[in-house]
């Protein structure tokens, strides 16, 4: 069973558009939700992250807003440029510091 | 952000050897790492946590005495694949967990190719 179901599964978005991810989860035990940006052939990035207290967070043109109650997280890049075109992967941490990993969305911002 | 250091970055293996890959944190300490194994277009599947000083736990359906893993310091995880086979090809990560940070950093990637 997958803990942290991401959408899409792909997304294609003007050069200037906003491009949202989303993830939701299940255990009410995570604590801390990161973002990661991952380029072909790379690892990962940590790219932005929340924790549970707060609804929302900016860094540059990325925003996570978080909605508790529905469980559900999502990434906005604001003004999206084609430098952002990569794999987004959402994640969740448990109370064990294990994190679970969403299944990640291929954006490609054309130009 | 933190900096994880993976090495090679890409090795040739022969089937059945064995071949190690390094994961070291660079400037902080890292009690628990991560080893993935990531297939074209798909998400990172976790194969393992490596706790400094102690056994590695895995998950289910890895082969522990396949994948050999040691985090003899708190710098430092390797993985080892014995008796590597083509099937074994693929796209290995690692990240380790920051304390200070309180998140997990990943590293470049090591890309696995058995012939």
């Known amino acids: 069973q997958q803990q942290v179901k991401q959408s899409p599964q792909s997304l294609i978005v003007q050069k200037g558009g906003i491009s949202i991810i989303n993830c939701a989860y299940e255990?009410?035990?995570?604590?801390?939700f990161p973002w990661y940006q991952q380029f072909p052939g790379k690892g990962p990035a940590l790219l932005i992250a929340?924790?549970?207290?707060?609804s929302e967070k900016k860094e540059g043109r990325f925003t996570i807003s978080f909605n508790k109650s529905a469980k559900q997280f999502s990434l906005h890049i604001m003004d999206s440029q084609p430098g952002d075109s990569a794999t987004y992967f959402c994640?969740?941490?448990?109370?064990?510091?294990?994190?679970?990993f969403g299944s990640g969305t291929k954006l490609n911002v054309k130009p | 952000g933190a900096v994880v250091s993976q090495h090679p970055s890409r090795v040739i293996c022969k089937s059945g050897t064995s071949v190690k890959i390094e994961c070291r944190s660079l400037?902080?300490?890292?009690?628990?790492m991560f080893w993935y194994r990531q297939f074209p277009k798909q998400s990172l599947m976790l194969m393992a946590t490596?706790?400094?000083?102690?056994?590695?736990?895995?998950e289910q359906g890895v082969e522990k005495d396949k994948f050999l893993i040691n985090h003899a310091s708190l710098t430092l995880s390797t993985l080892t694949v014995t008796s590597a086979h083509p099937e074994d090809s693929s796209f290995y990560i690692c990240s380790a967990y920051s304390l200070s940070g309180n998140t997990i950093y990943f590293g470049e990637g090591s890309w696995l190719t058995v012939v």
């Open positions: 490596s706790n400094e000083g102690s056994k590695a736990t895995y």
């Open positions: 994640a969740a941490r448990d109370n064990f510091n294990k994190f679970y």
């Open positions: 400037d902080f300490q890292a009690t628990t």
């Open positions: 929340i924790r549970p207290d707060v």
């Open positions: 255990n009410t035990a995570f604590d801390y």
